[in-house]
């Protein structure tokens, strides 16, 4: 079963703005990851936040975490035609500690 | 290190065959995932290897799925017989620990006709 759920489904914007993604989750975790799937590859590791942190950045992104609302968000700022791929978050699944995906953003960024 | 390893990227074959796709890990890691990827089911893990054991295949949909990883470097999924159904795409990742980064390989787009 999905434990993190990513929010909007969809999301398309033009270069240069902040694009959001938000992700939700069930029950108490340890860390929480993104990652980035452009078209027809694999997934890439963005960045892993750990539950005793409460903001993460990485080159022009920012995560950060909100373990009262079990929720999480990706910030990726002045964006680029570049980003245009699906995002999605993993969150450890019960007590197996491995991560499970959600469905996922797509984002497009218009040049 | 070259990353993760699958092969082939694409398999188009027809119902009733047999399908084997491989996986060679990021040496040194001692995980190795399986998953499939949908439209309609998104990313579904299908099982994962410690230490090349088998530790949990509760995401195999079938009997006609199997997966074995005889060393440290080499696994394998087998669908037998494949049916339109399994048509997806196919990753494999590898990662130190369980709960930590995992390294995706570029994907097997399995066709079943």
């Known amino acids: 079963s999905q434990q993190g759920e990513e929010d909007p489904q969809a999301l398309s914007i033009q270069e240069g703005e902040n694009a959001t993604m938000n992700c939700s989750y069930k029950t108490s975790i340890n860390n929480l990851q993104w990652y980035r799937q452009n078209s027809g590859r694999g997934l890439v590791h963005l960045i892993l936040?750990?539950?005793?942190?409460r903001e993460k950045h990485s080159g022009r992104l920012r995560v950060t975490l909100d373990t009262s609302k079990k929720s999480s968000s990706l910030l990726i700022t002045a964006s680029r035609a570049a980003d245009t791929a699906s995002y999605f978050c993993a969150t450890p699944s019960g007590g197996s500690y491995i991560p499970t995906f959600g469905r996922g953003t797509s984002l497009i960024v218009h040049p | 290190d070259a990353g993760v390893i699958q092969s082939p990227r694409h398999e188009v074959t027809e119902m009733g065959q047999e399908v084997t796709l491989r996986c060679k890990p990021i040496s040194g890691h001692d995980y190795l995932f399986w998953y499939r990827q949908t439209m309609m089911r998104g990313l579904e893990l299908l099982i994962y290897f410690n230490n090349n054991v088998p530790i949990d295949d509760s995401g195999m949909p079938e009997d006609r799925f199997s997966a074995k990883m005889p060393n440290a470097s080499f696994s394998t999924l087998k669908i037998q017989p494949s049916e339109p159904r399994d048509s997806a795409v196919y990753f494999c990742?590898?990662?130190?620990?369980?709960?930590?980064?995992?390294?995706f390989g570029p994907g097997t787009r399995l066709t079943v006709l």
């Open positions: 990742a590898s990662s130190s620990s369980r709960a930590d980064t995992q390294y």
């Open positions: 936040i750990r539950s005793n942190e």
